[in-house]
C-alpha cells in the first residue's frame, strides 16, 4: 500500500501555473500526473478519460469553474477525489467547494510537502484542508453562529439530559435538522472547531468509542461524507459555538 501510486489530474486556465503544480508534482514521489486541464469542462472530459485518483481544481476558469466542475466530478465518479487550488481562501468560494464535495483546499502559495500532504489525507478519506483554511473556515463559522435566545426562569434548558450544553439556538431536539439528538449536535459542533475525536471525548467526559458512534450516526443522518463537509454543514444550520 506504501508504494502505491496516485494518479492526479491537475486543472488551472493559467498556463504558467498549470505548468508549475505539474513539474512539482512530477517530483514527488508516489505521485503520478495523468493529464492537465485548462478549465472545468476540460477537467471533467479528463476526468472521464483517466479515472484519476485525485483532482487539483482551480476555482476561478472560463466556461466551467471549478465548483461546477468538482459538482460533476464527484456525482459522475465519487472515487476520485477533489483538493481545490486558488489563490485566496475567500469564503464565497470555499464554502461552495466543500458543498461540491471538494475534500481538501489549499493556497496556491502551498509548497511541495503541503500539497502531498493534502492529496495523501483525502486518499486515506481525511479531510486536506491547509491551517490558513481551517482558520478561516473557522472564522467565519465564528461570525456567523446565530446567538442564542436567552431562556428565562421557566425556559427550556440550555443543557441535554447529560448536563453538557447544547448547539446554539437548538437546545431542544425537536428543533435540531434532519432527526440529530442534541448530543449528535454537540459533537458536530465540537467538530466544527476543529476537535479531535481525543479531543471531543475529553470535552463531553466520554470515551472515544462513544464519540465515533454518534460521528457515525449524525454522518448517516445529515449524509456528509466526511469532517469537511460536516463543518460546513454545521454552519449551514448554526450548530456551531459550543460552550465550555
Known amino acids: 500500500m506504501t508504494d502505491a501510486v496516485t494518479r492526479v489530474l491537475v486543472a488551472d486556465d493559467q498556463t504558467v501555473v498549470r505548468e508549475g503544480i505539474v513539474m512539482l508534482l512530477g517530483l514527488l514521489p508516489g505521485i503520478e500526473v495523468v493529464g492537465a486541464a485548462a478549465d472545468g469542462e476540460e477537467a471533467v472530459a479528463l476526468v472521464e478519460r483517466h479515472h484519476p485518483d485525485v483532482v487539483l481544481m482551480d476555482l476561478r476558469m472560463p466556461r466551467v469553474d471549478g465548483v461546477e466542475a468538482t459538482r460533476r466530478i464527484r456525482s459522475a465518479h465519487p472515487g476520485t477525489e477533489v483538493v481545490v487550488l486558488t489563490t485566496y481562501a475567500d469564503d464565497e468560494s470555499l464554502f461552495p467547494a466543500l458543498q461540491a464535495g471538494a475534500r481538501g483546499y489549499l493556497t496556491k502559495d502551498a509548497g511541495g510537502e503541503e500539497i502531498a500532504k493534502a492529496i495523501a489525507d483525502v486518499r486515506s478519506g481525511a479531510a486536506g484542508l491547509s491551517p490558513q483554511v481551517q482558520l478561516r473556515l473557522l472564522e467565519r463559522l465564528s461570525e456567523a453562529s446565530p446567538k442564542s435566545a436567552p431562556s428565562g426562569p421557566g425556559g427550556p434548558s440550555a443543557t441535554g439530559g447529560s448536563g453538557a450544553p447544547a448547539a446554539p439556538g437548538a437546545a431542544r431536539a425537536g428543533e435540531?435538522?434532519?432527526?440529530?439528538?442534541?448530543?449528535?449536535?454537540?459533537?458536530?459542533?465540537?467538530?466544527?472547531?476543529?476537535?479531535?475525536?481525543a479531543e471531543i471525548a475529553q470535552r463531553l467526559f466520554v470515551s472515544q468509542a462513544t464519540v465515533k458512534t454518534h460521528i457515525n450516526n449524525l454522518f448517516a443522518k445529515t449524509a456528509v461524507r466526511d469532517r469537511a463537509q460536516a463543518v460546513a454543514y454545521a454552519f449551514r444550520h448554526g450548530i456551531t459555538g459550543m460552550q465550555q
Do not use: F, Y
Not at 435540531?176 to 475525536?197: F, M, W, Y
Open 176 to 197: 435540531l435538522p434532519d432527526g440529530l439528538t442534541v448530543r449528535e449536535a454537540e459533537v458536530l459542533a465540537l467538530i466544527a472547531e476543529g476537535l479531535s475525536n
